[in-house]
Nanobody
Framework: QVQLLESGGGLVQPGESLRLSCRVS????????VGWHRQAPGKERDFVAK???????TYTDSVKGRFTNSRDNARNTVYLQMNNLTPEDTAVYYC????????????WGQGTQVTVSS
């Protein structure tokens, strides 16, 4: 059973930074991409960023230039560096992995809360 474990969430003030980590229980090369999604209170879960097996990253427009997705293959870990956070970034952030044989993210972590408030 694939497990993804997020960490690094917390409470920060606007303009501050956080780094989320997602550790995958298997060899990270078993997955075509690992992505981040977030769900704000009362809203649907939305795509934030992803990084594929070749290290190519994709971001939703609202985080471009502020968030950076990276991976440490030796640690089977993906990171989301979030800078210049705003209250609109407040959400539960989920890590998810997609296999080579699917167009959807089949494996999800339990989520980590990010709260941006003054």
């Amino acid at each position: 059973q694939v497990q993804l474990l997020e960490s690094g969430g917390g409470l920060v003030q606007p303009g501050e930074s956080l780094r989320l980590s997602c550790r995958v229980s298997e060899n990270i090369f078993n997955f075509n991409s690992v992505g981040w999604h977030r769900q704000a209170p009362g809203k649907e879960r939305d795509f934030v960023a992803k990084i594929n097996v070749g290290g190519v990253t994709t971001y939703t427009d609202s985080v471009k230039g502020r968030f950076t997705n990276s991976r440490d293959n030796a640690r089977n870990t993906v990171y989301l560096q979030m800078n210049n956070l705003t209250p609109e970034d407040t959400a539960v952030y989920y890590c998810a992995a997609r296999s080579y044989y699917s167009n959807t993210y089949a494996y999800w972590g339990q989520g980590t809360q990010v709260t941006v408030s003054s």
